[in-house]
């Protein structure tokens, strides 16, 4: 599976727009760009998944360039209660399954 | 609807004894994941199950970590002569059908181990 690089944090102010970007120059062809979020003692949540251009659901936008090398998370209007640990992972069924493979991710700070 | 459920939220236990953890999935999920994930780290995979059968349990660091699935549903970790690097928190996932593309994680088991 391809791996990704994202910074280790960010901080941020409430009622900005946040972006996380993650580098993944190895992508394959077949692969998807998938973002977790991650509070406290709670396991990851699903946030958003695409494979190229935009994808915005009611929580956030993902990036991606036509090269796919990398891929930006963007949340609008952040709020106190976003902060958390937000990994990127690239990865593509094989099997019939996705093995989650996570870094590190990014610890992202929001203060009032 | 009801999520993922974890039991216990806690477990201490002294090196070498024996660690049951259990994992409820969401109703009808087909694929369980098991996670080990140590503090400042991302989740670990450990082994996958598609209904009954580990489809894939090259995660397990070794022969004292074991997971049953014997009904397709409840999931059990089992971990036998428990060291202290095996402190963590293990997450139990589920997903339906057989694209995990998104997971769905419990709020896992944290294992301390004296």
Known sequence: LAKTTQPISMDSYEGQEVNITCSHNNIATNDYITWY???PSQGPRFIIQGYKTKVTNEVASLFIPADRKSSTLSLPRVSLSDTAVYYCLVGTPKGGYNKLIFGAGTRLAVHP | ?????????????EKGKYVELRCDPISGHTALYWYRQSLGQGPEFLIYFQGTGAADDSGLPNDRFFAVRPEGSVSTLKIQRTERGDSAVYLCASSPGTSGREQYFGPGTRLTVT
């Open chain 1, 37 to 39: 979020q991650q509070f």
């Open chain 2, 1 to 13: 609807g009801a999520g993922v459920s974890q039991t216990p939220s806690n477990k201490v236990t």
